[in-house]
């Protein structure tokens, strides 16, 4: 991504050049460690072109950035009806502590952090080079842990 910024009421609140958006959702059963986990996934995810145009540089590596929104929206649960439900996405006040965590996550792994603002209706604008769009699941460490998965 080569420009991104978020705007809440018309003002630019968060904005960063080249680097990752991340759009996080919080789940009523995520932790603290769920986000650590989870941040150090993406410092050290290898997703941008070397020299060679392979995906085999980190965020951290490019001196990017990252623009961080929280997205309540992405636990929607669309399976029956209609109209989604949002029951698995953490309370306000939960989800809130962990995307304040996960940000000083990024930070504490090396990475220039710019945010939304959390409960906000926020407008988002991204330049994207690639695209390249990777969903992480923070549930995927503990499969990882037992053996289910492999490294990156």
């Not at 603290?32 to 020299?51: M, N, P, T, V, Y």
């Not at 988002?124 to 992480?136: H, K, R």
């Amino acid at each position: 991504m080569s420009h991104a910024c978020v705007t809440v009421d018309g003002k630019t609140v968060g904005e960063i050049e080249g680097g990752l958006v991340v759009l996080l959702g919080v789940a009523d059963s995520d932790t603290e460690e769920d986000g650590r986990w989870l941040a150090s996934k993406c410092a050290q995810l290898r997703i941008f072109e070397d020299d060679d145009g392979r995906m085999n540089r980190s965020v951290l590596e490019t001196s990017g950035g990252v623009l961080l929104i929280s997205q309540f929206t992405l636990l929607a649960e669309c399976r029956k009806g209609r109209r989604p439900s949002f029951t698995g996405a953490a309370r306000p006040r939960k989800g809130e502590e962990l995307y304040e965590q996960f940000a000083a996550h990024l930070r504490d792994e090396g990475l220039a952090v710019a945010t939304g603002r959390f409960g906000a209706r926020m407008g988002v604008e991204l330049t994207n080079d690639g695209p390249v769009t990777i969903v992480m699941d923070s549930s995927e460490r503990l499969r990882t842990r037992r053996g289910g998965g492999s490294g990156v």
